[in-house]
């Protein structure tokens, strides 16, 4: 039983009444989580998300196997088309998602609390913020916290002569920690901020159709409403499957270096397989004992392994940078979000664009995993958190490990810049450590790091389908969360042997478009529900 599962199902339907004299949104008595489930088996599956999600990933996961070449060439194909044709699109939606929670956040609609006046936080700071972590951004940070910087400081944006070393070292840690600041996290707040409301305030089932409810009333448990949660579902399995796909492309390439044992596509199967086991085991466990107690330890781990960097590393030097790093990223924001007129394809392309993407394809998710941990939370303090600690965090990560390479890089180590250029971005993180002392250890921890975070990521986002999956309840039976742990690691398999990078950045692509014009409606949707709710 989890913190959250803990409360009675029935309770978190109940709408707190409205205080004297106010208006209120209210949910119709219609609005009974799993009024549309049906139970076969012993299940609790909602009709028609459940079965349409389901059957639709297992046809993709069949033509994709059956027809490999054709699906690559296809993934390649769809790949450009996004890329070059809705970049305008994803890049203004993150400026509206970041302007939309800074107006939030200074309105006096941040005071409003999260549950009614009454409620309080049911996580710690540290327990709510290393979930946080785990869920959201662990296994990219593994993963492009070297090999970002560095790809960015030989091709660096903007415009910018590589002939300036000053100025593209500071151009390639803003650029990197633009992909990882505001703009990303605003679209999981937007998400997470609707999600929380629509359940502790109005008191409807956890589902994405739920936060529609200010704007279209009764009228979300129609076909609309399926509609909306099955992209959802969409988007978070594929979404999903790219973190685990990027993890698993990590963790071969460690096991590579550490021990010799070939990256093939049979260690990476091998490897999702014996990892989405362990998903299981933490599924069953629950949020409390399972997300909870995994993403707290991997929290401690990871700030270790900085450290360690920090201080092995070339510390004056990582030093002198951090002071100006985010300098370097609040004078780059405007001219890097901008979409217009840029001759930095390459970076606006083939990096923002699918980063937004991928943001918006892993927003249900995080938001709904982050609305779930955040009951007794002002407004104000779920949105400024969000924006302002994985900024602060971000920076000190990105600094510590990107600055260390630019930094090993400038005194004549080429092995990072290599990696890069060989397609190998994986191997970067890798070739800075072995430059460090306790290579073999670091490279060992960092293995370990990127398989817990691949397990937290995937436990999360289990626990999201199967919520929306059954309706918004958040108590629905394991074997659920089981079937939705196994299809996650089959995805990933399959996108990987059908087409690598670039299918799971299509994967990302493709479900991040329907979203983000979900997630834009949102914002209207959110601010009428909140003005409503203090009026």
Same mark, same amino acid.
């Given at each position: 039983?989890?913190?959250?599962?803990?409360?009675?199902?029935?309770?978190?339907?109940?709408?707190?009444?409205?205080?004297?004299?106010?208006?209120?949104?209210?949910?119709?008595?219609?609005?009974?989580?799993?009024?549309?489930?049906?139970?076969?088996?012993?299940?609790?599956?909602?009709?028609?998300?459940?079965?349409?999600?389901?059957?639709?990933?297992?046809?993709?996961?069949?033509?994709?196997?059956?027809?490999?070449?054709?699906?690559?060439?296809?993934?390649?194909?769809?790949?450009?088309?996004?890329?070059?044709?809705?970049?305008?699109?994803?890049?203004?939606?993150?400026?509206?998602?970041?302007?939309?929670?800074?107006?939030?956040?200074?309105?006096?609609?941040?005071?409003?609390?999260?549950?009614?006046?009454?409620?309080?936080?049911?996580?710690?700071?540290?327990?709510?913020?290393?979930?946080?972590?785990?869920?959201?951004?662990?296994?990219?940070?593994?993963?492009?916290?070297?090999?970002?910087?560095?790809?960015?400081?030989?091709?660096?944006?903007?415009?910018?002569?590589?002939?300036?070393?000053?100025?593209?070292?500071?151009?390639?840690?803003?650029?990197?920690?633009?992909?990882?600041?505001?703009?990303?996290?605003?679209?999981?707040?937007?998400?997470?901020?609707?999600?929380?409301?629509?359940?502790?305030?109005?008191?409807?089932?956890?589902?994405?159709?739920?936060?529609?409810?200010?704007?279209?009333?009764?009228?979300?448990?129609?076909?609309?409403?399926?509609?909306?949660?099955?992209?959802?579902?969409?988007?978070?399995?594929?979404?999903?499957?790219?973190?685990?796909?990027?993890?698993?492309?990590?963790?071969?390439?460690?096991?590579?270096?550490?021990?010799?044992?070939?990256?093939?596509?049979?260690?990476?199967?091998?490897?999702?397989?014996?990892?989405?086991?362990?998903?299981?085991?933490?599924?069953?466990?629950?949020?409390?004992?399972?997300?909870?107690?995994?993403?707290?330890?991997?929290?401690?781990?990871?700030?270790?392994?900085?450290?360690?960097?920090?201080?092995?590393?070339?510390?004056?030097?990582?030093?002198?940078?951090?002071?100006?790093?985010?300098?370097?990223?609040?004078?780059?924001?405007?001219?890097?979000?901008?979409?217009?007129?840029?001759?930095? $394809?390459?970076? #606006?392309?083939?990096? @923002?664009?699918?980063?937004? !993407?991928?943001? *918006?394809?892993? &927003?249900?998710?995080? /938001? =709904?995993?982050?609305?779930?941990?955040?009951?007794?939370?002002?407004?104000?303090?779920?949105?400024?958190?969000?924006?302002?600690?994985?900024?602060? $965090?971000?920076? #000190?990560?990105?600094? @510590?490990?990107?600055?260390? !390479?630019?930094? *090993?890089?400038? &005194?004549?180590?080429? /092995? =990072?810049?290599?990696?890069?250029?060989?397609?190998?971005?994986?191997?970067?993180?890798?070739?800075?450590?072995?430059?460090?002392?306790?290579?073999?250890?670091?490279?060992?921890?960092?293995?370990?790091?990127?398989?817990?975070?691949?397990?937290?990521?995937?436990?999360?986002?289990?626990?999201?389908?199967?919520?929306?999956?059954?309706?918004?309840?958040?108590?629905?039976?394991?074997?659920?969360?089981?079937?939705?742990?196994?299809?996650?690691?089959?995805?990933?398999?399959?996108?990987?042997?059908?087409?690598?990078?670039?299918?799971?950045?299509?994967?990302?692509?493709?479900?991040?478009?329907?979203?983000?014009?979900?997630?834009?409606?949102?914002?209207?949707?959110?601010?009428?529900?909140?003005?409503?709710?203090?009026?």
């Amino acid at each position: 039983m989890t913190n959250t599962d803990r409360h009675d199902p029935e309770m978190q339907i109940r709408v707190p009444p409205a205080a004297s004299g106010k208006r209120q949104i209210t949910a119709h008595p219609r609005t009974l989580i799993g009024r549309d489930n049906i139970r076969p088996f012993g299940l609790d599956i909602h009709n028609p998300v459940f079965v349409v999600s389901s059957l639709t990933v297992i046809a993709f996961v069949a033509g994709a196997l059956l027809f490999r070449d054709a699906a690559a060439g296809l993934f390649d194909a769809l790949y450009a088309w996004l890329t070059s044709t809705f970049d305008w699109m994803f890049m203004a939606a993150a400026n509206v998602f970041m302007l939309f929670c800074l107006a939030v956040v200074a309105s006096p609609l941040g005071r409003i609390r999260l549950g009614g006046p009454d409620a309080r936080p049911e996580y710690s700071n540290w327990s709510w913020f290393a979930m946080l972590f785990a869920a959201g951004i662990g296994i990219g940070l593994m993963f492009f916290g070297v090999a970002e910087p560095v790809t960015h400081f030989r091709n660096p944006p903007l415009g910018v002569t590589p002939a300036d070393t000053a100025a593209v070292e500071g151009l390639a840690i803003a650029g990197t920690i633009y992909h990882w600041g505001l703009h990303g996290w605003a679209i999981y707040a937007v998400a997470a901020l609707a999600l929380a409301f629509a359940a502790y305030n109005l008191g409807l089932p956890m589902s994405l159709r739920s936060a529609f409810y200010p704007v279209l009333g009764d009228r979300v448990w129609g076909r609309f409403g399926h509609v909306v949660d099955i992209l959802a579902v969409f988007a978070t399995i594929f979404g999903l499957a790219t973190s685990l796909g990027l993890g698993v492309e990590q963790l071969a390439a460690g096991l590579d270096h550490l021990f010799g044992i070939p990256p093939t596509h049979a260690t990476q199967v091998l490897l999702i397989a014996t990892i989405t086991l362990v998903t299981l085991a933490s599924v069953v466990l629950g949020m409390q004992k399972g997300v909870k107690r995994l993403s707290q330890a991997n929290m401690a781990l990871a700030l270790a392994l900085l450290a360690f960097v920090f201080a092995a590393g070339p510390t004056l030097d990582l030093l002198a940078r951090f002071a100006g790093s985010l300098g370097h990223y609040l004078a780059a924001i405007v001219p890097l979000s901008n979409p217009v007129g840029r001759e930095d $394809l390459d970076f #606006l392309h083939n990096w @923002t664009t699918f980063y937004w !993407a991928w943001w *918006l394809s892993w &927003a249900p998710c995080v /938001g =709904m995993f982050v609305a779930r941990i955040s009951r007794g939370r002002t407004v104000r303090s779920l949105v400024g958190c969000m924006l302002l600690f994985p900024l602060l $965090l971000e920076t #000190l990560w990105f600094n @510590t490990f990107g600055g260390a !390479a630019l930094s *090993l890089q400038r &005194a004549g180590a080429t /092995g =990072m810049a290599d990696a890069v250029q060989a397609g190998q971005p994986e191997l970067a993180l890798f070739r800075m450590l072995e430059l460090l002392p306790l290579a073999d250890v670091t490279s060992f921890v960092s293995i370990v790091l990127v398989m817990v975070f691949f397990v937290t990521s995937s436990d999360s986002g289990t626990l999201v389908i199967d919520t929306i999956t059954a309706g918004g309840k958040v108590d629905a039976p394991v074997v659920q969360r089981v079937f939705w742990a196994s299809f996650e690691g089959v995805i990933a398999i399959t996108l990987l042997i059908s087409g690598g990078l670039v299918a799971l950045q299509t994967a990302a692509l493709t479900t991040g478009f329907p979203i983000t014009l979900i997630l834009l409606a949102l914002c209207y949707s959110i601010w009428k529900g909140l003005r409503a709710a203090r009026a």
